[in-house]
């Protein structure tokens, strides 16, 4: 199974003071020495993390981008000139904290195939981000998707109450009949170092997409050396 490190979330702390600290690029840097197959990026219609610019700067050191975007107009023109490895189309509400829930492929199924044609001309993997239900596997087929990435929000939060069973039944039911419709199978949304080991339950997944809690690991792996090299440089 692979690994796409989702870096939104280094940008959203830059954004916080408006410079260039964290570095995103820097960061990259560091991420793309590890085995790490993409590094995903969601440009959201609001820009409130990554940017338009980041893009660019990323694509320049030779990462295998996954383009997570909404299915609108203004962001396809932007994939299509940026020309990722791979696009996530995700649904996306400006009011919500983070992606809620999977895309209702199934009630827009000809606008996606249409939307998604000319990002497969392009030779762009396409990807669409569901719920584990088999309506809108069905529906991701009929619109031409190579690859479904399953939404692992309700199992992830389901863990966390210990009650996960039905949710991870769920995942290995839609990665199973997806993979039979000949549609491959990512997965990501919620999940972290406690529950990820479930993931190797879920037969066919070719990679999951994680990105909070490897941004909040990062912090306390890192802070005891931040707080000494401080220290250090004020005695
Ligand atoms: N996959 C998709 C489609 C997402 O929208 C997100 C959140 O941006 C993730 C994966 C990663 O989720 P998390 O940050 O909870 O690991």
Redesign the pocket.
């Given at each position: 199974m692979k690994l796409g490190v989702?870096i939104?979330?280094i940008a959203t702390l830059r954004n916080a003071r408006g410079g260039v600290e964290p570095n995103l690029v820097e960061a990259a840097k560091i991420i793309l020495k590890e085995n790490i197959h993409s590094l995903?990026m969601?440009l959201r219609e609001d820009r409130r993390h990554i940017k338009d610019n980041d893009l660019y700067d990323i694509k320049k050191l030779g990462a295998r981008i996954n383009l997570?975007m909404a299915a609108v107009e203004e962001i396809q023109k932007i994939a299509l000139d940026l020309v990722p490895y791979s696009v996530?189309i995700?649904p996306e509400r400006r009011l919500e904290v983070?992606?809620e829930g999977g895309l209702d492929a199934a009630s827009q199924t000809d606008y996606l195939k249409e939307y998604i044609k000319p990002l497969k001309e392009k030779g762009i993997i396409v990807s669409l981000?569901i719920d584990a239900d088999f309506k809108q596997i069905e529906a991701s087929k009929k619109a031409g998707t190579d690859y479904i990435?399953l939404?692992t929000?309700s199992f992830?939060n389901a863990f966390l109450s210990g009650n996960y069973s039905k949710e991870l039944e769920k995942l290995k039911n839609s990665a199973a009949y997806a993979a039979d419709l000949g549609i491959k199978v990512n997965a990501?949304?919620?999940?972290?170092y406690k529950n990820v080991y479930l993931m190797k339950e879920v037969p066919n997944l070719c990679e999951l997409?994680?990105?909070?809690?490897?941004i909040s690991k990062a912090v306390f792996i890192g802070i005891k050396e931040a707080v000494r090299e401080m220290l250090s440089l004020i005695s």
């Open positions: 989702n939104d979330h995903t969601h997570e996530c995700v983070t992606t981000f990435e939404h929000g992830s990501g949304h919620g999940l972290d997409n994680i990105g909070h809690s490897i």
